[in-house]
């Protein structure tokens, strides 16, 4: 069971993250960019789903490195194995101040020239992949926040561990494939979807950020101050 809440989680806050205005009109202008410069529908589709598993390498990736690397050393592992669980509170306190927008951060990210980026799309689907890959590391501050605040805390916490980067990259990948396939089905109304996502994900990712104020406090009431 608490495996299965863990992935529900990953799953929600990768999909959470890629409704969110800066990665989801990263996303939608990529998908766009891509069906304008391929003919065929199948391959606008093709190359979307490439886009996608770069977006969910990414994630998949980093998270690996970074867990592989805390849990290699054994010291830090029995730290984590000590400490982790009372330092969750806290992170899940935090990671709901930015996505409530009370603590607020700016990013540079990765930039990438608009020359590199033609050539990768003109080069098909390993372009594709290479363009998702990279857009997935230009964290934005919600991104950020879910991914080293949320995700890789409770893999480190949880028996999952490198599981949940994953399933947070597909997550972020799903909504992602779906504007390939509007794409693809000739949908051209995208800037109206893109109004009312945007408007969903106001109230959803307020809703989440409390859930993750509240559950925080219970943590850190659990393991910190020992009031339950």
Known sequence: MELLIAFGSALWLGILTSISPCPLATNIAAVSFLSKKIAH????????????????????????????????????????????????????????????????LKLSGIALSQKHHNKLVESGAPGAFLLGLIFALAFCPVSAALFFGSIIPLSLNSKAETLLPFIYGVGTGLPVLVFAVAIALGVTSMSHWFRKITKIEYYTRRITGVIFILVGLYYSGIYIFKLF
């Open 41 to 104: 529908p199948f391959m606008v589709f093709i190359s979307g789903l490439a886009y996608t598993v770069g977006r969910m390498t990414a994630y998949a990736a980093l998270g690996w490195v970074i867990i592989a690397s805390f849990l290699s050393v054994p010291q830090v592992a029995q730290f984590l194995q000590k400490y982790m669980v009372k330092a969750l509170g806290p992170l899940l306190i935090i990671t709901g101040l930015f996505l409530l927008e009370i603590i607020t």
